[in-house]
């Protein structure tokens, strides 16, 4: 060793180091490594124990909504009541109101006691009896003779469903206790409800009526439906997707591709950005402002929701379209202008095709955000109360329309517990639609997505 090695050596004592132990820093360091990693790991178990006691109570609470209670009853359509001069003359048939079949309902229980007399509840008539069935029962009634007047005179056998109380016996909500100090149901109707099911006259089975059915007023909440907001849903989404896929595709092609990059340009990517975290319910105070006050569109329309969905998709939609076509290499740019094409047929030969899935899944996502958007809809009247279905495009873009997630608002609003269990079953529905279209752009991106 010579002498400028060995002045270079420090004295004193001298701390030996250790691949293999660790030193107290060491420790400190992996211990908060450690910890980090468990925090991750607690956050992720509450996230997911959160998320399945959220879809445990939709679940449990709604899944009873796509069951119903029915009871089967003969009933006579007596002449005398439905076609007094027996002209068969169908506006006079449809002069009878459903007040005019309730009586018949309570004859068809009538008979029915007269035949099975195990049937027969001390204290319970055949009038009170018929109160099990739906006020809508009247109503049905009515609607199948108007539609086949030949039937008056016959006996036929119907399938009603039963009130919202004896719907709820059956499914645990209501109990001859409750009934004691319910006016719309008593523990001699459940006891009769027993009975009908013993001998095959009570059924609960699927409700597909839960699906094609429109709304129900209040004292009807068993013959309520989501066909009118499947429908409304179904015709705005049409408009959002006919709107925001053509005009953000264009705006983003314009923006990263074509535009100049200066300062305009710059503001028009900064708003562009900041509508997209805009609250949803100042998209519906301008649907209204333009849509409605100034350019007189009507309320609760299809049309007018999706134009205000649109306004409120278009921003995530340029963004998620920007960012496909930035991930295209620009080799594939490079060697499309490289071989003598213009700059048009570069971007929409190669650029956009492989761009392609990207924007699709975005669309889809941007779909799906638009579907579960309920403060901006009722802004623009589409909490109104509907009965009647739109009709076929595009007529049926301008006629009154609920939509999904503003049916559960509606129905969470009203105070009988059977609705309760209907915006539960709606929302069931809703997450359905929602997880599907999550899948499609999951299966897009996968099937399509090209990796350089």
């Not at 468990?38 to 959220?54: D, E, F, K, R, S």
């Not at 939709?58 to 002449?79: C, K």
Request: aromatic letters at 8%; proline letters at 6%; charged letters at 20%.
């Amino acid at each position: 060793m010579t002498d400028a090695t060995s002045s270079n050596i420090p004295s004193g004592k001298k701390h030996a180091t250790s691949l293999v132990a660790q030193d107290a820093r060491t420790k400190r360091r992996n211990a908060a490594e450690a910890r980090f990693r468990a925090y991750g790991v607690a956050a992720i178990v509450v996230a997911i124990l959160a998320l399945i006691g959220l879809v445990s109570s939709i679940l449990y609470n709604g899944s009873s909504a796509f069951r119903q209670t029915f009871i089967t009853m003969e009933v006579y359509l007596d002449p005398a009541k439905l076609d007094k001069d027996g002209s068969g003359n169908l506006e006079k048939i449809a002069k009878v109101s459903t007040f005019g079949y309730a009586p018949l309902i309570a004859k068809g229980f009538e008979k029915k006691f007269e035949e099975n007399p195990t049937l027969v509840v001390q204290g319970l008539n055949a009038k009170k009896a018929a109160k099990m069935i739906s006020k809508e029962g009247p109503a049905e009634l009515r609607r199948m003779v108007l539609a086949n007047p030949a039937l008056i005179g016959q006996t036929v056998k119907v399938e009603f469903l039963a009130n919202g109380r004896i719907d709820g016996y059956f499914k645990g909500r209501v109990t001859p206790e409750t009934a004691k100090l319910d006016k719309n149901v008593s523990p001699e109707q459940l006891m009769l409800a027993d009975k009908l099911k013993e001998a095959g006259l009570l059924k609960t089975r699927f409700n597909f009526g839960f699906l094609t059915r429109a709304d129900a007023s209040e004292n009807r909440p068993e013959a309520a439906g989501l066909g009118v907001a499947i429908l409304g849903s179904f015709y705005m989404m049409l408009v959002v997707l006919c709107l925001t896929l053509p005009i953000g595709v264009a705006a983003s092609i314009y923006l990263e591709e074509f535009a100049p990059k200066n300062w305009i340009t710059d503001i028009v990517e900064v708003n562009i950005s900041n509508l997209a975290a805009v609250p949803s319910i100042v998209f519906g105070i301008l649907g209204l402002a333009i849509f409605i006050n100034f350019a007189g569109l009507p309320q609760s329309a299809p049309i007018v929701g999706g134009l205000v969905l649109t306004l409120m998709t278009l921003p995530t939609i340029i963004i998620a379209t920007r960012a496909s076509l930035k991930a295209v290499p620009p080799s594939i740019r490079d060697a499309a202008l490289g071989v003598g094409a213009s700059k048009m047929q570069a971007v929409f030969h190669h650029v956009l095709p492989l761009a392609a899935p990207g924007i699709l899944t975005g669309t889809i996502i941007g779909l799906a955000q638009a579907l579960g958007e309920t403060a901006p809809l009722l802004l623009i009247g589409m909490v109104a109360f509907v009965r009647e279905y739109p009709a076929a495009p595009p007529e049926g873009f301008f006629d009154p329309a609920a939509a999904l997630p503003v049916q559960v608002y509606n129905w969470t609003q009203r105070s009988d517990p059977a609705f309760v269990e209907r915006a539960s079953g709606a929302i069931i529905v809703l997450l359905v639609f929602l997880l599907a279209m999550n899948a499609i752009a999951i299966i897009l991106r996968r099937r399509f997505e090209r990796r350089w």
